[in-house]
């Protein structure tokens, strides 16, 4: 999966900490725990597998009685299970599954945790792009979650683009065109400076050419 899938995850959960729908706050433990998660993710890390082993031995204290922590222990076996994919294939997508049922354990665990709901959004999207596992028809409650039941509009500038974004992808996977057009655009002008509006418009771009 790419290195960019999350890489705002701790500027969103730091926001969310004041923000009414997120109504709890983040144990220290957990936060280091996404604080090695996103540094394993990030370009040049010198040791990226060491920080997941630390990330996953941090969280897995609290992941069943925290979503946010079982969400992103899944998001860390995932990235485990990339850095496994080369060599032993069949052990990596064992640790794709594992991470995955940690995943839906967090949203099932709070269903209206926006954290957790655009993390699945996010990991589905490139897990399904990247791998044999296609979560397609699990990340569509997700897509549901901010467009049709509107909760995308009580999100930041910055988080709104990158939930219009992967929701946009989602229909772009599945083959609807004009829908996936219309988010596209809808990301690029909600935050049309952050990462997420740069990638949707140069998805414009390409489908305006």
């Known amino acids: ?66 979503a946010i922590a079982s969400a992103v222990y899944g998001s860390a076996l995932t990235v485990k299970a990339s850095f496994l994919a080369g060599d032993n294939p069949m052990k990596s997508l064992g640790f794709l599954e594992k991470g995955n049922q940690f995943i839906d354990k967090a949203v099932a665990m709070d269903s209206k945790n926006v954290f957790c709901r655009l993390l699945r959004l996010e990991n589905g999207i490139e ?11 699990i990340i569509k409650s997700d897509v549901e979650f901010f467009i049709d039941e509107g ?22 996977d599945s083959g609807d065109l004009d829908t996936a057009l219309e988010l596209f655009e ?4 909600a935050a049309p400076e952050s990462e997420s509006g740069k990638r949707a418009k140069k998805r414009l771009d390409i489908y305006s050419e």
Request: glycine residues 6%; hydrophobic residues 40%; proline residues 5%.
């Open 151 to 172: 909760k995308i509009e009580q999100l930041s500038d910055c988080d709104k683009a990158e939930a219009y974004l992967y929701c946009a992808f989602f229909y772009l």
């Open 1 to 66: 999966m790419k290195k960019t899938i999350l890489a705002g995850l701790w500027i969103l959960i730091i926001g969310l900490g004041a923000n009414p729908l997120f109504a709890q706050e983040v144990n220290p433990q957990i936060q280091k725990g996404i604080e090695y998660h996103n540094r394993a993710r990030s370009a040049g890390e010198k040791n990226p597998q060491g920080l997941i082993e630390d990330c996953l031995a941090l969280l897995k204290p609290f992941t069943q009685t925290d």
């Open 186 to 189: 809808e990301a690029a002008q």
């Open 127 to 137: 897990v399904s792009r990247t791998s044999p596992l296609k979560r397609y028809g």
